[in-house]
């Protein structure tokens, strides 16, 4: 397991790496061993940058680098047996916590904000309200629509009642009109009350749609959190009168779950060969009494275009 130990603010943390290697000889005191400035600056190459992609439990990180040989000169040293062990050493790079996904909510349509019912930092659920535009004009075309509805409803079943009286009326004659097939269309007013009857049908569904339709309309003058996270960002107030977005700015930015954060850091070529995918750990300058466990997913070189 590789363990990484650094130092960084929430928004600029410093990852430590170490690499199991076998020792050939052990000495005390040994100094901390870590890669130095000097050192990277000689191997670095100007295209030679890497990228970290590291999936955060708490915080994350890892590589290493040795220096000590220039120190047993300096310091008493005794002999011991030989062993195999690792050797820590620290790698500092900023870089920024992120959730791991973000979703910038907006609204399809403009309108005037009535409520607004998060705030920054706040959880949300999905489907979750956290804004209201004004819906009178809406509420107005629902309420339209399901009259429409019920009205067409009641003509398809007036109609289908006269269908009925039509039909028995050819019984009672002896007619053979009865046992045609039902889309067979009958002459007489037996034959105009089956196109009363489809045209009240077609009515009906007609309204039916226009219903549908406005109920989403509806829907819609209600901004709803698109996943389950915490807000991160919040540009709108009641009162305000916003535009459709996009183009317009997104009113929300949502992020997933903040026990699950990922962390992008920029590493030297010259450690990049030593740090490899699998558990770590990071410790943060907001925390320096804790470190948090992560774990490094993908390390691929760094887009030269900034």
Known sequence: ???????????????????????????????????????????????????????????AAGAGGVEVLQRLTRAPHRVERVTRGAVAG???AEGRLQPWTSARVGSIGPGQVVAVEVA???????????????????????????AAVE??????????????????????????????????LLTGTAGDAQLDLMTAQAELERVSSRRTLARAVLA??????PMDGVVLARSIDPGETITASPPGPPLFVVGSDPAHLRLEVEIDDAYAARVHPGPIKLVADARPDRSFVAEIREIRPASPVR
């Open 151 to 184: 009205t067409a409803v009641i003509r398809r079943v007036r109609a289908e009642k006269h269908v009925t009286e039509e039909l028995a009326a050819l019984d009672d004659e002896g007619s053979s009109a009865g046992d045609a097939a039902p889309d067979d």
């Open 220 to 225: 819609r003058r209600s901004i709803r959190a």
């Open 90 to 92: 620290v790698l500092r």
């Open 120 to 146: 920054v930092g706040d959880s949300v659920t999905r489907g979750q309200t956290m804004a209201r535009l004004d819906d009178l004009e809406a509420r107005a075309a629902v309420v339209d629509a399901r």
């Open 1 to 59: 397991m590789q363990e990484w130990q650094g130092k960084g603010t929430i928004d600029s943390c410093t990852v430590m790496p170490m690499q199991a290697i076998p020792i050939r000889r052990a000495v005390r005191p040994v100094a901390e061993a870590r890669p130095t400035a000097d050192s990277g600056a000689r191997r670095r190459n100007p295209m030679g940058r890497w990228l970290l992609l590291v999936a955060v439990a708490s915080l």
